[in-house]
């Protein structure tokens, strides 16, 4: 079992930052693809960035590219979402996700296999 854990959400105004982490426990998660998901308010859950199991491949939606950044650290058994220009459209839960299937990261969310409880992120114009 992978308990996955996110924090950093919060209230900020557009223009702003956030670095939201998801710290992995009861098993590393250094082989695994590992992905950021996120639900906007009355939406369906949409792909955010994803990366490889050594942080190569870095891959972001076009809605965030230039904007927001994804890296991990092993060692802290943790990945990271670095977010910047923020967006009112921004505004939804944000959710870390393992694929303990594969070392490629991907945006299909159908295929992880675990998930945080999720993190907060509200952008006010």
């Known amino acids: 079992q992978v308990q996955l854990v996110e924090s950093g959400g919060g209230s900020v105004q557009a223009g702003g930052s956030l670095r939201l982490s998801c710290v992995a426990s009861g098993r590393t998660i250094s082989t695994y693809a590992m992905g950021w998901f996120r639900r906007p308010p009355g939406k369906e859950r949409e792909f955010v960035a994803t990366?490889?199991?050594?942080?190569?491949?870095?891959t972001l939606a076009d809605s965030v590219v230039g904007r927001f950044t994804i890296s991990r650290d092993n060692a802290q058994n943790a990945i990271f979402l670095q977010m910047s220009s923020l967006r009112p459209e921004d505004t939804a839960v944000y959710y870390c996700?393992?694929?303990?299937?594969?070392?490629?990261?991907?945006?299909?969310?159908?295929?992880?296999?675990?998930w945080g409880q999720g993190t907060q992120v509200t952008v006010s114009s």
């Open positions: 990366v490889d199991w050594n942080g190569g491949r870095p």
């Open positions: 996700a393992a694929d303990i299937d594969t070392w490629e990261g991907h945006k299909y969310d159908y295929l992880y296999d675990y």
